[in-house]
């Protein structure tokens, strides 16, 4: 983890470079948000877009899992706004550490509700700019089967294309996680599907 944050903390270093880091699992995320935010010297705002809200205290007796990146986050004060956008397998524990952190919790139950406010966001106002973190089974599988982790009833494409390019914030980082080879079965489209979702932030961070 330190290795990580150190690394992130060398590319900020080399203005006018911000860094976005392929994963990997989620676990990554804690380390980068913590290297961005010491280096910036103070917090940042989150729009996390996943199935999972990976804030859970440990997961099998690890605190430093791929599920509990974001309680990291959080009790490190890294973070001043976190939302999370797709979720759709979320248990009473993540809900409960969601209240605890004053998390927004966007689920796909009720995302038809949501999607002009999620489609109209503005983030990132009198603090050091907003982080970006998509784990690539905040899609639906039918966009994107090559996950670890499959829950069907997801954003489509467009939806993350939406909720991205209509975003008002000055994105200082970002990273793209859980893309895996190993089940991406159906003609590299998962792989390609990652690679327009790097585009689509490198095109984001740099404006």
Known sequence: MNIISESVKLVMEEAPLRP????????I???????VSEKLGGPVDILHLDAHPDIYHAFEGNKYSHASPFA??????YARRLLQ???????SEGREQGKRFGVEQFEMRTFSRDRHLLENLKLGEGIKGVYISVDVDCLDPAFAPGVSHIEPGGLSFRDVLNILHNLQADVVA?????FNPQRDTV?????????????????????
């Open 72 to 77: 990291r986050i959080m009790e490190g004060g």
């Open 29 to 35: 995320s804690f380390p980068v948000v913590r290297a």
């Open 187 to 207: 003609d590299g489209m998962t792989a390609m599907v990652a690679a327009k979702l790097v585009r689509e932030l490198t095109a984001k961070i740099s404006k």
């Open 85 to 91: 956008v797709g979720l759709r397998s979320i248990n």
């Open 20 to 27: 976005l880091v392929l994963g990997g699992d989620h676990s």
């Open 174 to 178: 970002a990273d793209v996680v859980e």
